[in-house]
């Protein structure tokens, strides 16, 4: 992250033009390093230099944000998102209830969810793991348990991290011998 904020003052200082591709970069760059403060600062920089952000810039921001379990600000972009900024895709899905599942909100991660297919975006076996994943945090096995029945009828293909998911929920809800 520091080589690419390296890269943002190099810029800059060229009077080479930012672009996208560009901010995309360092934003996703702060994701992996898990530096969401300087994430948010460059998306509202892309805005005041009057470059487009777009869902890569959104998802990347929101990533950053989960992985600092800062679930309410990944929350908020993508509510920025909804209000037609940027359109949502599946990885904004997967990165937002991920960042839910984080910040050990389960219903916020279901919520998400539901928003998300209300909206036609697809979710996927990423998106319900982050959702068993969020109830086996919370011992809520019930729920887990229900969100793997919902991934059998809508034909998603369960993996391990499903049944771990699920297997460590139940267990945890003491409801497993």
């Not at 952000?53 to 992985?67: E, H, L, M, Q, R």
């Not at 959702?131 to 369960?158: H, P, Y």
């Amino acid at each position: 992250w520091q080589t690419a904020l390296l890269l943002v003052s190099v810029i800059a200082q060229t009077q080479v033009e930012y672009n996208t591709i560009t901010c995309n970069a360092v934003v996703s760059s702060c994701a992996h390093s898990g530096k969401w403060e300087i994430a948010l600062q460059l998306v509202r920089f892309m805005t005041q230099i009057k470059v487009e952000s777009n869902a890569i810039t959104f998802n990347s921001a929101i990533d950053a944000c989960g992985k600092s379990c800062e679930w309410e600000i990944a929350s908020q972009l993508v509510s920025s998102m909804c209000q037609g900024i940027v359109e949502l895709d599946s990885i904004t899905c997967n990165v937002a209830i991920s960042a839910c599942e984080r910040g050990k909100q389960w219903e916020r991660a279901l919520q998400t969810m539901r928003t998300f297919v209300q909206r036609k975006v697809e979710s996927n076996i990423i998106s319900f793991n982050a959702c068993v994943c969020a109830c086996e945090n919370c011992c809520e096995w019930e729920k887990a348990l229900q969100l793997v029945s919902e991934m059998v009828q809508g034909k998603v293909e369960l993996d391990t991290i499903t049944l771990n998911g699920l297997v460590s929920a139940c267990k945890q809800g003491g409801n497993w011998g």
